[in-house]
């Protein structure tokens, strides 16, 4: 054993907190809300309980969105597999093998149709978790409800849509930065006039984490693209206090419950000095960090998934006692395969049990006061805020991915993440400790090939139907849009309201745009 104790994220632990808390926060739903965006917490209004579900065909994931819905979830999140997340259509050479695996398949409004059919558009808020093409998927989220005659006033929702943390940490991008930003952007702009309900990104340092970022990282990373975003709408002419109040976070949840309920405060407090004081944001809805959280997929484990079951409860926890907007629990299976119907029942009802059982809801901000809390927020505050000055130091958001910083920072922490872990210093039950037990066989869902070959003919199917001069002349347009300065999205939305596909849109934009190569990073 040794004398010094520390977080998951090597913040050092005293022994035991007996001074007063470290600062004195306002009020739950007062500025800077370190202790919640609402005065009330849960008391009102539950947090979005939702399931990250899809996966083979369109209609295969509408089945299980209904079996969710019906099981109690509030809201859908939309799963995409590969070829979707970066630009092709089922049937192009570079999908295949890949076609419905990781999400669902989505080539044209013809399967969003099918995903959405018979859910209520205008009662069930939607989370996509896209980015590449975000605009593209949430234009057919669009198209599909209007078809369906659901009035666009009334759909709500999220795409993800967060470009700077795919260069960062997961890799799926498609065009460079900047153009990249140019989506984004022209996405805000087309949502305050045409989806006034919609979230128009969520700003993610879930997924580096994932890749092995510290808690400080996690928030400084996330927040500095935050700027990054704001900064980029604002020079593209847009009012601050017009957009603001849409953007929306995405955050993990790891195992170190107090140090993730600290993470989730101070990332609040950070964010709300960060838009009144650097871009004068005057709207409080502006101010507040909204966010969606997820536990944590890298914690899981394939030896005794059972235990992930406890490791997704405590996560869950945290989130809530930190004051999330939204949830998604992992399902204990998902370090083995996409969930199963049982495994995904089971972390739903982990999140009922937190929210009618466990008293947690009852009052806002239920650990705020804690000493130990207290000194993990202020020190999360101070540390975030500290590497926010270096990013900017570089020039901001987009000049740090570009030149590495992010990407070194994040593989340096993940190293010594392993290292601990092999070492046997850093506790995985059940993989470095505790691996006596006899290992449970648990459900597996399987793809079939044939998935993949009937998502093809349906492509195939959709371009010998439609008109291919309509398609061609929408989609010539996109590239003249492209080249100039125009918003994309209104070309975008004809292109697919045409019945073109994902995937020719999107290699119109590559035609003028070009593709990503990253440098090395290390």
């Known amino acids: ?55 083979g065909s369109a209609a295969q994931t509408n089945e299980r969105f209904h079996y969710l819905l019906k099981a109690g979830q509030t809201g859908l999140s939309v799963a995409f597999d590969l070829p979707t997340q970066m630009g092709y259509d089922s049937d192009d050479p570079m999908a295949h093998g890949e076609v ?60 993800q849509n967060d470009i700077l943390k795919e260069y960062a940490a997961r890799g799926t991008y498609i065009f460079p930065p900047r153009p990249s930003m140019r989506l984004v952007t022209d996405t805000f702009a087309y949502c305050a006039e045409h989806l006034p309900r919609w979230n128009t990104i969520s700003i993610s340092g879930y997924h580096m984490r994932e890749a092995g970022a510290t808690a400080p990282q996690e928030i400084a990373f996330t927040l500095s693209n935050g700027i990054a975003y704001v900064q980029a709408a604002i020079d593209a002419g847009l009012a601050v206090d017009d957009f603001a109040p849409r ?13 993730e309920v600290a993470k989730f ?38 030896q005794q998934p059972l235990n992930n079951v406890v490791r997704v409860a405590v996560q869950a926890l945290a989130a809530v006692c930190g004051g999330t907007q939204s949830l998604h629990t992992n399902s204990y299976d998902e370090a083995l395969a996409l969930p199963s119907q049982q495994a995904a029942e089971i ?24 000493f130990l809390v207290e000194d993990l927020t202020r020190r999360l505050v101070e540390e975030s805020s500290a590497l926010i000055g270096r990013v900017d130091e570089q020039g901001g958001a987009v000049a740090a991915i570009e030149n590495g ?35 449970h066989d648990v459900e597996i869902l399987r793809i079939g090939a044939e998935l993949e070959a009937e998502q093809v003919e349906r492509v195939r199917s959709l371009r010998r139907e439609r008109g291919e001069a309509a398609v061609a002349g929408h989609l010539d347009a996109v590239r003249r849009t492209a080249e100039g300065g125009g918003n994309l999205l209104p070309a975008m939305r004809d292109a697919l309201a045409a019945r073109a596909t994902v995937g020719e849109v ?17």
């Open 1 to 55: 054993m040794t004398d010094r104790v520390e977080s998951e994220s090597w913040l050092p632990l005293q022994q035991f907190y007996a001074a007063p808390p470290a600062a004195e926060w306002p009020d739950p739903g007062e500025h800077p809300f370190t202790r919640g965006v609402r005065g009330d917490g849960y008391r009102t209004r539950l947090w979005t309980m939702r399931q990250y579900a899809g996966f």
């Open 100 to 159: 419905g695996k990781v999400g669902v398949a989505i080539d044209s409004i013809d399967d969003m149709q099918l995903l959405t059919r018979g859910i209520p558009l205008d009662r069930v808020t939607t989370s996509m978790t896209i980015n590449a093409p975000a605009s593209l998927l949430l234009l057919l989220y669009q198209l599909a409800a209007e078809e369906a005659g659901t009035a666009t006033s009334a759909l709500g929702g999220t795409i």
């Open 247 to 259: 953007l929306s976070f995405f955050f993990n949840v790891s195992n170190d419950f107090f140090e």
């Open 265 to 302: 405060r101070a990332a609040r407090a950070v964010w709300a000095g960060v838009m009144q004081d650097r871009f004068r944001a005057s709207n409080p809805r502006s101010q507040m960090l909204r966010f969606h959280a997820q536990t944590s997929g890298a914690t899981l484990t394939a």
């Open 347 to 370: 972390a739903l009802r982990t999140q009922q049990v937190v929210a009618y059982e466990s008293g947690t809801a009852n009052v806002a901000d239920p650990l705020g006061g804690s």
């Open 405 to 439: 910083f992010y990407q070194r920072q994040i593989h340096e922490s993940a190293y010594r993440h392993q290292q601990l872990v092999e070492d046997g210093t850093r506790v995985i039950v059940g993989v470095n400790r505790f691996t006596e037990t006899s290992q």
């Open 506 to 522: 999107c290699n119109a934009l590559r035609d003028v745009f070009g593709v990503y190569h990253p440098a090395t990073a290390l």
